[in-house]
């Protein structure tokens, strides 16, 4: 673990029975740091982030977070899941304001930050709503605003917009840069689409088929916002690309 | 445009009731069914005025019956929802309350409340307890079965938000499946509330001296249709205002389920 890491994974392993899913997995994220993990389809990324969140239990490893055992008790973690969580008996600002009231944040830091998270996100408007009276976008929004406005030390997101269509993903991950930089969270973003890591990341873990280990790390060192157009975009896309593909 | 459409329901509705209170009275009043099987709709109606302060036949007025119906159907409706609601909620939540509960509850959970009357009789006698008794067996099956599949339903998803936010159990039980749970405990109450009135003239067949089944039971003895069917009536439409006000609840503590 190097000194300047806010969060280290130390031989994560994870075994389901006699199957083994992640194989010694080790990696540092400095604070502040956007890490895109990226992985042929199938070789257990969820699992690694379920890992990551203490859902599940690891089998051997340790993930540490300022070179302490993480512990959601302890630290702020917050997950923005694949599927649509956010709580359809909660209000888009209650839903905003429920992680903050578990972590028992003073009242007037969840007014301010609920307010701050409505107006960028533009959910102002919505506040009242329920998630099943607001559209697909705007309920991954309110995701979004309940996990950044917990001001986490680590964010994970498992595809969270892998059920929306390419405008609605673009203006999301503008959004999710814009707040981890504002919040200065530790962002760990699984994604099957390359093009989108690319975007987004500081750097891009790259997995391997299973059992999954760390096959590269590939810094991503291009000024935001990306032209995703750029040639060195693209050389990057493609040399990812390349370390994935098994045809 | 929604009132219109309200206005509207509510027409269709009048009209419906209107033709079906029209044609139950064409049919008494032309002898297709004899009178002294079936009274006309107007007679039942005069029965109901009459009985509002006349005892007779059977020797209590409409709003005694009622009174003494609604107070066991309500009392068992509501030991049945204090038991049926947790132990249903515990159940879905902690399958070690399910190990020990689920057993014992799908062996008993079949037994019809009328065939519980005989072994009710010898251990509580023939009181108010015995009858209160009936309706919670009867009303508690739909309360824990809705409880325990609120509970079950509850996505995963919701559940790792909170074990992601460090939530203990006990909160992710009461801050989260509680309050995903909550339409289909109403929903389980509903039903426990009709089954209570269902049960309610199995139970008042225990000598009872007043209540709305006796009332209905005198009328077959007596053979008057205009008593079955005022009694009938009113269950029906006790049933149907107990059902609304818990609607009104839902509505309060639910209403993000609500269309």
Not at chain 1, 142 to 158: K, Q
Not at chain 2, 201 to 213: D, I, Q, R
Request: with cysteine.
């Amino acid at each position: 673990m190097s000194e300047k890491a806010k969060v280290s994974a130390v031989g994560l392993t994870k075994k389901f029975d006699d199957l083994l899913v992640l194989d010694n997995i080790s990696f540092d994220i400095a604070k502040g740091e956007f890490v895109c993990i990226v992985g042929p389809t199938g070789c257990g990324k969820t699992t690694f982030l379920n890992i990551l969140s203490k859902i599940w239990p690891a089998t051997s490893g340790e993930l540490l977070i300022d070179g302490e055992k993480a512990d959601p008790k302890k630290h702020n973690i917050a997950f923005a899941f694949q599927e649509s969580s956010a709580f359809p008996w909660l209000t888009v600002e209650q839903n905003i304001r429920f992680g903050m009231e578990q972590k028992n944040l003073p009242k007037e830091i969840i007014n301010e930050r609920t307010e701050q998270m409505l107006e960028l996100l533009e959910l102002k408007e919505a506040r009242n709503y329920f998630p099943r009276q607001i559209s697909a976008s705007m309920e991954s929004r309110v995701v979004i605003g309940r996990s950044f406005a917990l001001h986490p030390d680590l964010l994970l997101m498992d595809e969270p917009y892998a059920q929306l269509d390419i405008e609605f993903r673009y203006h999301l991950e503008d959004a999710v840069l814009k707040l981890s930089k504002m919040t200065g969270s530790t962002v760990i973003f699984v994604t099957h689409n390359i093009e989108e890591a690319v975007y987004l990341a500081e750097r891009c873990i790259v997995l391997t088929n299973k059992p999954t280990t760390v096959k590269t790390i590939e810094k991503i060192d291009l000024p935001y916002p990306r032209d995703i157009c750029s040639k060195e975009f693209t050389d990057i896309r493609d040399r990812i690309t390349d370390y994935i593909k098994w045809w | 445009m929604k009132i219109k459409g309200k206005k509207r329901t509510i027409i269709r509705a009048v009209i419906g009731l209107s033709s079906f209170f029209l044609i139950w009275e064409m049919i008494v009043r032309l002898g297709i069914i004899p009178r002294n099987r079936m009274s006309p709709f107007t007679e039942v109606i005069a029965t109901f005025i009459r009985k509002i302060t006349d005892p007779t036949p059977d020797g209590a007025t409409i709003i005694e019956h009622f009174l003494t119906s609604f107070s066991v159907a309500f009392s068992g409706f509501v030991v049945a929802a204090l038991i049926g609601v947790p132990l249903g909620m515990m159940m879905g939540y902690n399958r070690y309350a399910k190990a020990y509960a689920n057993t014992i509850f799908e062996i008993l959970r079949p037994i019809p409340p009328i065939a519980w009357i005989p072994i009710i009789m010898l251990l509580l006698g023939i009181g108010t307890s015995a009858k209160i008794f009936i309706i919670f067996v009867a009303a508690v099956v739909p309360a824990v079965i809705n409880s325990y599949t609120g509970i079950k339903r509850v996505p995963e998803v919701y559940i790792n938000v909170g074990k992601s936010l460090g939530m203990s159990h006990f909160k992710i039980f009461t801050k989260i499946c509680i309050p995903h749970a909550l339409p289909a405990v109403f929903t389980g109450l509903r039903l426990s509330l009709n089954t209570a009135w269902v049960a309610l003239v199995a139970a008042e067949l225990l000598a009872s001296t007043k209540g709305l089944g006796y009332m209905i039971q005198i009328g077959r003895v007596l053979a008057k249709p205009e008593i079955i069917i005022t009694g009938m009536i009113v269950i029906g439409c006790s049933g149907a205002v107990m059902s609304g006000l818990l609607g009104l609840f839902e509505k309060r503590f639910a209403k993000w389920s609500r269309k």
